[in-house]
RNA sequence: GCUGCGGUGGCGGAACUGGUAGACGCGUUGGACUUAAAAUCCAAUUCCUUUAAACUGGAGUGGGAGUUCGAUUCUCCCCCGCAGCACCA
């Protein structure tokens, strides 16, 4: 028997694809694009472990079916090669970050040269190669002139450690994402993209991306943190009289008659400006450099107790009822969020309740559930009908609106295919409503969740008209932001008052509900303690029994009207801090001119390349090691020809990456980033692959950057990546990461050289879903390989003149189905397991061999996850061209069909015989032949049938009960 | 705390729109081959009951309820794990 020599095979294949130059793409515009992409990576000096090829090998999969499926498929690869760790290696060895970052890379790239991928190696790029870098230096320009890119002064995250500026994004647990130390506040000189001019556009965009991880948009959303609100002015009293205005942001408009105190945080600058009115400045400022001392952790922990000092000397005025109101410094409140300022309603909001009760302060109730105000306002509740078409399939709505004083009840019921003339006055009439719908011959059938998220019951009748009735808006819906949205559906329909308890109902229904339970049942919420959700207002003049929605709505009108305050959205996402004091980055192309300002590098002296230093440390005064090299730095103005000086701060490392799969189309293009016509050919790309952990980084960078270029019209749509797929790590044997520091990192070269790439190829894919993180175990590596030698075994008994056993035959077709659609849809396990459970199939038969047509076709399908197997046992049937050059097999679907079936015979639900039917047998005929088992006659001895249910290809439930 | 995902044999995991739970792989046990071991091949492998063996029967997808002829799948409550965010006003 020939043995499997992968190391002879692998090779041999690698070299002839690399010299007939297979996976070159190209721009035949007959054919179908398919952009098909991984996360590009950092070539750190460790090298690939096994775990960073998985998702390459996932892609690289799904790559080559494609293109045997006749698609142009463009497959490139290439290196995020700025960043730190290069930088660092350097300032200890004394070696050009250029000279290591080009040996990591030799590095990397042979490593994955060993596992056989097809990608276009002439579409390679690296970000910092100044050929590509000159239009991520272009890109920052555009930004600039279009005044989207500004120099600020804000302190900013510092990284004592690494020497520079950090952006939020690139914190982790109030800590330097790269080096763990402790984060401080700096103000410094900076340049910021303003991102937040896009938060919006990102957030709604995200619902357009339907082919997103679920999981990635989540995190999207809550790192954009959107919040709807008002922004309010504060008048700001001082001793001798004197004025000054401040604004807060509140999500809590309606509260503002509860609001019994004002607060601002350590950093706020009022303190400074009214410096001599304070009559407890000493204390003050004490306190200011307390906080300044704690670390961000320390500030944010939740478990400290509140601190502050009152501001003796100032007061605030509330605008809405004229009081003046005490005002505190205290570091519960962040200059990061809002406006640094905030009015505080000890009633209603935790944080402030818990610093009303330790300072005494005056709590004011103005929302309440209280079943007496619930029931005044009800008068306010409505109950529509509402006659509402949906187009498509010709349903009619019934709209109930009833409530709680707090929280809204909707019913909607509609009715497929057929009128439903009924006419709900009143929701009390809840009950007997069902009890209308049961005596028309609808019976429940079952719950089901709507697309909102509510529960639903599915009703139907005899003729199996369905109906769905259910809560449309539950309790928890007042809460919701996008409430409003829904109320307005439902505005302009005749409406009428109700005079019913809901709460019933709900207890009924959903009484261990926990939004009831926390919000009404709860005794402590009704004696005055926090109550931190939507109510109704009370001791809140003109606001008063309004629900909290519209109260809200009520109280932006007024403080626009009087000028008080407006509407406003604050958003969690900050500005991106865009620039950092170190060598390894890409410099950004801006000049100082004393008389002319900043002023942009002229785009034909792009791009600003980096210039040679001597030491690469940082020099930590806020300016980058680039500011010692003077013959660099200076330089003349575009402008008016003065002398001039350079900036010297570098681009992040995310900067690159943010629009580098737009370089991957026309890579080396010198006079745009990328030809107009290709990009509209390529993009946007089709499937992108890659960690979740980039989800709040690179992927919100690279969505901003996108959207800006389409804005200037340099892309043509306007999200870079249609879909998107993550992928799980793989951890090591012991449960953790894999790690130098673990010692527990598994080289692929290893594996490659001990088992072979295809079978470390097929194990990855095979170990789980993709999108979970599973332990190596190099065990379940050789049950990849053993398959591999079934193959291989098989391979040899090949007869060329055989007509193959049916069941084979049949097994085989449902196999090239499935692998098709697991591979499309990401299955990457399922598929080697149907094609494992084909060859143990045909192994089993006493010939143990396939017709050599038959057995082709096999290859196909299981040629993208073994390329080299494949191609060696291809070329071994006497094919001279390569098996990549081939059709991707269509499977028969008649073949896939089964003549009879195996039916599942139940009695009360519970197996007790398997009968061989015909696959098309009739209830009728399939009752006949069931009653002639021995098995069930026993089962129905003194029974009664009481009911025969019938599944067609499948199964048989006998219901029975005593005779 | 909030948001999202998940909980199935000894392990990784499979199961279409509710219809045979445990596919496939690993591990384990027994057997074949061998002087022996490795490799390979064959068989068994959820648990309990019963048995010489088998048949048979019962339980079983984190726990508790519910809907259904039938629930890993749908609904409600609870528990646990993972991930992200977090004094977000």
């Not at 697991?822 to 143990?840: G, P, R, Y």
Request: charged share 30%; hydrophobic share 35%; net charge neutral.
């Amino acid at each position: 028997m020939e043995k499997y020599n992968h190391n002879k095979i692998e090779a041999k294949w690698q070299k002839k694809w690399l010299e007939e130059g297979l996976y070159k793409a190209g721009e035949d515009k007959k054919k179908e694009k398919f952009y098909i992409l991984d996360m590009f990576p950092y070539p750190s000096g460790a090298g690939l472990h096994v775990g960073h090829p998985k998702g390459y090998i996932a892609t690289d999969i799904f790559a080559r079916m494609k293109t045997m499926q006749g698609y142009n498929v463009l497959h490139p690869m290439g290196w995020d090669a700025f960043g730190l760790p290069a930088e660092n290696f350097a300032i200890k060895n004394k070696v050009h970050p250029r000279i290591s970052t080009d040996e990591n890379i030799a590095t990397f790239k042979s490593q994955l040269r060993k596992l056989g991928f097809s990608y276009d190696w002439d579409r390679e790029i690296n970000t910092t190669d100044p050929k590509f870098y000159k239009w991520t230096q272009w890109i920052f320009l555009q930004l600039f002139k279009k005044g989207l890119a500004y120099e600020s002064h804000e302190p900013i995250n510092w990284c004592p450690s690494c020497k520079t500026g950090l952006a939020n994004e690139d914190l982790e647990d109030g800590k330097c994402e790269r080096c763990g130390s402790e984060i401080e506040q700096r103000p410094m000189r900076q340049w910021v993209l303003k991102i937040t001019d896009y938060a919006d556009r990102m957030l709604n965009d995200l619902e357009k991306l339907s082919d997103w991880d679920n999981s990635i948009k989540e995190m999207q959303k809550n790192w954009i943190g959107r919040s709807k609100g008002a922004r309010v002015k504060f008048k700001i009293k001082n001793l001798k009289g004197g004025n000054e205005e401040i604004e807060v942001f509140t999500t809590r408009p309606d509260t503002l008659f509860g609001a019994t105190y004002f607060v601002v945080s350590p950093e706020h600058g009022l303190i400074e400006r009214n410096k001599s009115e304070i009559k407890n400045y000493k204390e003050v400022r004490e306190y200011i450099e307390k906080a300044k001392k704690k670390t961000e952790l320390e500030r944010t922990d939740l478990a400290k107790e509140k601190t502050g000092v009152k501001i003796d000397g100032l007061v605030a005025i509330n605008p809405v009822n004229k009081k003046e109101i005490p005002i505190f410094i205290a570091d519960y409140v962040m200059m990061h969020y809002g406006t640094g300022a905030i009015m505080a309603v000890p009633a209603h909001d935790e944080r402030d309740w818990e610093f009303a009760q330790k300072y005494n302060l005056p709590i004011q109730q103005v929302v309440t559930p209280n079943k007496k105000e619930r029931e005044e306002t009800i008068k306010a509740l409505r109950c529509l009908k509402n006659l509402k078409k949906k187009a498509d399939d010709k349903e009619i709505n019934f709209w109930l609106l009833g409530g709680l004083a707090a929280a809204f009840y909707v019913g909607v019921i509609w009715r497929k295919h057929n009128d439903l003339d009924l006419i709900i006055k009143d929701n009390d009439k809840y009950d007997d409503f069902l009890k209308i719908i049961e005596n028309e011959g609808y019976k429940k059938i079952k719950d089901k969740k709507t697309e909102d998220g509510f529960i639903s019951s599915v009703y139907k009748n005899k003729d199996g008209v369905e109906i769905d009735i259910g809560p449309y808006l539950g309790i928890s819906d007042l809460r919701d932001k996008d409430f409003e949205e829904d109320i307005k559906e439902l505005e302009g329909v005749e409406s009428h008052v109700l005079s019913c308890d809901f709460i019933k109902k709900i207890k009924d229904k959903q009484a261990k509900s926990r939004a009831l339970k926390k919000d009404f049942l709860d005794k402590k919420y009704l004696d005055g303690y926090v109550f931190a959700d939507n109510g109704i207002a009370v001791n809140s003049g003109f606001l008063d029994d309004l629900i909290t929605f519209e109260a809200k709505k009520e109280m932006i009108k007024w403080l626009e009207e009087n000028n008080l305050g407006k509407k406003d959205i604050n958003y969690k996402l900050k500005d991106w801090v865009f620039s950092r004091q170190r060598y390894w980055g890409e410099p950004i192309p801006l000049i100082h001119c004393d008389n002319c300002g900043v002023v942009a590098v002229p785009e034909k002296d792009l791009p600003v390349e980096l210039p040679e230093v001597e030491h690469y440390e940082p020099t930590g005064t806020g300016e980058s090691p680039l500011a010692s090299i003077e013959d660099w730095v200076n330089t003349t103005c575009p402008n008016c020809g003065e002398l001039a000086k350079r900036e010297t701060n570098t681009m992040p490392q995310w900067a690159g990456s943010s629009w580098y799969y737009l370089r991957f189309i026309d890579p080396s293009n010198d006079t745009a980033l990328v030809d107009k016509q290709k990009e509209k050919y390529w993009s946007p790309v089709d499937f992108y692959v890659g960690g979740a952990e980039h989800a709040t980084r690179h992927l919100i960078y690279a969505r901003f950057w996108h959207k800006f270029l389409f804005d200037i019209g340099v892309v043509n749509y306007n999200e870079p990546f249609k879909r998107l797929q993550h992928v799980g790590i793989i951890l090591a044997e012991d449960g953790r990461k894999m790690s130098k520091r673990w010692g527990n990192v598994i080289n692929p070269d290893d594996i490659v050289d001990k088992y072979g790439a295809d079978s470390m190829r097929v194990y990855e894919m095979f170990m789980g879903p993709f999108s979970q993180s599973t332990i190596w175990n190099t065990n379940g590596l050789v049950g990849a390989r053993k398959f591999l030698d079934k193959i291989l075994n098989l391979s040899l008994n090949i007869v060329t003149e055989k007509k193959d056993n049916q069941e084979i035959v049949s097994l085989l077709h449902k196999t090239i189905k499935k692998v098709g659609e697991d591979i499309e849809d990401f299955k990457l396990n399922t598929a080697v397991s149907s094609m494992m459970i084909l060859v143990n199939k045909i192994a089993e038969q006493k010939e143990k061999s396939i017709s050599k047509a038959n057995f082709k076709l096999f290859l196909k399908i299981l040629s993208p996850f073994t390329p080299h197997l494949a191609e060696e046992l291809w070329e071994k049937l006497g094919n001279k061209n390569s098996i990549f050059k081939t059709k991707w097999p269509e499977y028969n679907s008649n073949l896939t069909k089964d003549k009879t079936a195996e039916f599942v015979v139940q009695v009360n639900g519970k197996l007790r015989d398997r009968l061989e039917l015909p696959v098309e047998i009739d209830e009728k005929n399939a009752k006949e032949e069931v009653l002639k088992s021995e098995k069930i006659k026993d089962w129905l001895k003194n029974k009664e049938i009481v009911r025969f249910i019938f599944v067609p290809g499948k199964l048989i439930n006998i219901v029975i009960k005593d005779a």
